[in-house]
Each structure stands twice: as structure tokens, then as C-alpha cells.
């Protein structure tokens, strides 16, 4: 039994250049969720899937921030011109429709100098 | 989804039972309560949920008050690998709604 995996684990960029994030969610979970965590805040909501369909996205933090899970398996979080307030934990969670407990992954932690 | 109100941090002695309470005097018939931690730079790990009934497992133990205004989650036999911050979330049934996670209280076991 796997868990959620997300890579990379740690990303440092430059401020202005994109990132991306990948998540693959536990086997045969429908619902892939994203989250932010600053430090010492609790995670907060971004976006979620239901198989490929992104059923919400408006709390996506601006339009640099995209989302995608063209398969219905795994998604991928991508950041336009990076800026440093988007230093944070980047956290994905999947979940399987009837049961809805959400289990997570171990974040991608980045930095933006 | 009701908020929740958790004391800010507790401390615990190792091998003692750690009681972390948890206020949710909005929440609704339909709103189960679940409880996460996070030990410090991993995502947040599932711990137990419940709807009116305390709950069992291998990790812990829930107790929802009759009113179901409040909950304590009970760590029975507290470890060092214990100290976390723990949420308690109040959410619709079956809902496919994301998380709202407030400040959580931070557990320290002492040795």
C-alpha cells in the first residue's frame, strides 16, 4: 500500500522563473486536493479534482497558479514568475468518493530567493 | 463547516495519556469531527473521525460529548514520536468539500 508521493521534495528557485510540482495520489482515488502551508499557519485549501474534472479552483492564490490532472491519476501544481511570498509548503491529498478521509503526502517544500 | 477551538499547545509526559480537547459548539447533525497531526515538516496524517459515538483505534481514541459540542482526542500511551500539532476539523458527511484546517494545538511529550 503506497502513499500520496510528491516530487521534488524541496525546490529552490530564482524569483520570475516556473515551477512545477508533481502528485500521485493513492491507487484508484477519484479526488486529488492541493494545499499551501506557510510557516505556522495550517494548510489551506487550493484546488481539487474529481477524476480529471477540477471542480474548484477559485481559491487558487492568483492566475500563475495552475493546476492539471489530465489522466484522472496523477496532477501536476505549476507557479508562473515566481515571487518569494510563495516560499511555503506545497501539500497534495487524495481521497476515494464515499469515504472522503483525505491522506496526504509529504509536501514539496520551495523557496523562492 | 463549524469552527473549531483548540488550546494552543499542551505539554504531556511520555507514557501518560495525552487528552487534547477540542470546542465545536456550532457543528451540525450531519458534521462528523476528524482529527490530523502533522509532526513538523511531514503532511498531515489522518488520526480518527466520528459523527456522535466515540470512536476506537489503533492510534487513538475519540470522545464526543452527548450534545457533540465538544470532543477530546485521547492518545493512550503518549511517545516521544507523539509531539505534533493536532487539528481537529468539523466536515459535512461524504462531502468532497477540502479541509479547513485553523491553528491546531501543538503537543509536546516530554520524556
Known amino acids: 500500500d503506497t502513499g500520496v508521493s510528491q516530487n521534488p521534495r524541496h525546490k529552490i528557485t530564482k524569483r520570475g522563473q516556473n515551477v512545477t510540482f508533481r502528485c500521485d495520489p493513492i491507487s484508484e482515488h477519484n479526488r486529488l486536493y492541493w494545499y499551501r502551508q506557510t510557516l505556522g499557519q495550517g494548510p489551506e485549501f487550493l484546488t481539487y479534482f474529481q477524476n480529471e474534472a477540477q471542480l474548484e479552483k477559485s481559491r487558487l492564490l492568483s492566475d500563475r497558479f495552475s493546476a492539471e490532472r489530465p489522466k484522472g491519476s496523477f496532477s501536476t501544481l505549476e507557479i508562473q514568475r515566481t515571487e518569494q511570498g510563495d516560499s511555503a509548503m506545497y501539500l497534495c491529498?487524495?481521497?476515494?468518493?464515499?469515504?472522503?478521509?483525505?491522506?496526504f503526502g509529504p509536501g514539496t517544500r520551495l523557496l523562492v530567493l | 463547516d463549524a469552527k473549531t477551538t483548540q488550546p494552543p499547545s499542551m505539554d504531556c509526559a511520555e507514557g501518560r495519556a495525552a487528552n487534547l480537547p477540542c470546542n465545536h459548539s456550532t457543528i451540525s447533525g450531519n458534521e462528523y469531527v476528524y482529527w490530523y497531526r502533522q509532526i513538523h515538516s511531514q503532511g498531515p496524517q489522518y488520526i480518527i473521525h466520528?459523527?456522535?459515538n466515540n470512536e476506537t483505534n489503533e492510534m487513538a481514541s475519540l470522545i464526543i460529548t452527548e450534545d457533540r459540542k465538544s470532543s477530546t482526542l485521547i492518545l493512550p500511551h503518549a511517545t516521544l514520536r507523539d509531539t505534533a500539532v493536532y487539528y481537529c476539523?468539523?466536515?459535512?458527511?461524504?462531502?468532497?468539500?477540502?479541509?479547513?484546517f485553523g491553528s491546531g494545538t501543538q503537543l509536546t511529550v516530554l520524556p
Open positions: 476539523i468539523v466536515r459535512v458527511a461524504g462531502s468532497a468539500r477540502q479541509l479547513t
Open positions: 466520528g459523527l456522535k
Open positions: 491529498a487524495s481521497s476515494l468518493i464515499g469515504s472522503e478521509t483525505q491522506y
